[in-house]
Antibody, heavy 116, light 107 residues
């Protein structure tokens, strides 16, 4: 059974950084891109970028290029996203999702709250 | 970036009715269109890919159609568990963009 297990909720101060994790199981980690998606409260979905776990190559949506850093650890089948210089605009739920025909499996999401 | 215009923003229908949600791409996406269902407090779930292919385990009352720039999701025999927000997504050209969502409620 394919599963994407994300880390727990985060409360961070403005200006801080946070690193989120997404542990994959039930499939060969290196055979699928991993995408990250942002959803602000009561808003639509916004793609952040993707990583190819096989070679670590990344592709970011322009607006997130200085905000998010995607990495992957093939020894633990875990994808990571670091968000830097947090502001209130980063308060959102972040999902990882496996890229296949569409995004066929999603993590449960992690809520990041930025507040002083 | 390809813009995805989704309509309506909200929809209220009775149990057993048929509803249709539409998505318009700003350019031809060659049927590279997915539909997702998101229930409150949950992650999105893939319903349809390549415009009309039903994902495994999705009830057959869901169907997708369209080509070029115009696509639609139809839900037959609406059931209470279909209350959700529905999103379209183009996966033809990076960055893969989403529609703004349609909130479906039961009358």
């Amino acid at each position: 059974e394919v599963q994407l297990q994300q880390s727990g909720p985060e409360l961070q101060r403005p200006g801080a950084s946070v690193k989120l994790s997404c542990k994959a199981s039930g499939y060969t980690f290196t055979e699928y891109y991993m995408y990250w998606v942002k959803q602000r409260p009561k808003q639509s979905l916004e793609l952040i970028g993707r990583i190819d776990p096989e070679d670590g190559s990344t592709d970011y949506v322009e607006k997130f290029k200085n905000k998010a850093t995607l990495t992957a650890d093939t020894s633990s089948n875990t994808a990571y996203m670091q968000l830097s210089s947090l502001t209130s605009e980063d308060t959102a739920t972040y999902f990882c999702a496996r890229g296949a025909d569409g995004f066929d499996y999603w993590g449960q999401g992690v809520m990041v709250t930025v507040s002083s | 970036d390809i813009q995805m215009t989704q309509s309506p923003a909200s929809l209220s229908a009775s149990l057993g009715e048929t509803v249709t949600i539409e998505c318009l791409a700003s350019e031809d996406i060659y049927s590279n269109l997915a539909w997702y269902q998101q229930k409150p407090g949950k992650s999105p779930q893939l319903l349809i890919y390549y415009a009309n292919s039903l994902n495994d385990g999705v009830p057959s009352r869901f169907s997708g159609s369209g080509s070029g720039t115009q696509y639609s999701l139809k839900i037959n025999s609406l059931q209470s568990e279909d209350v959700s927000i529905y999103f379209c997504q183009q996966n033809y050209d990076s960055p893969f963009t989403f529609g703004s969502g349609t909130k479906l409620e039961i009358k």
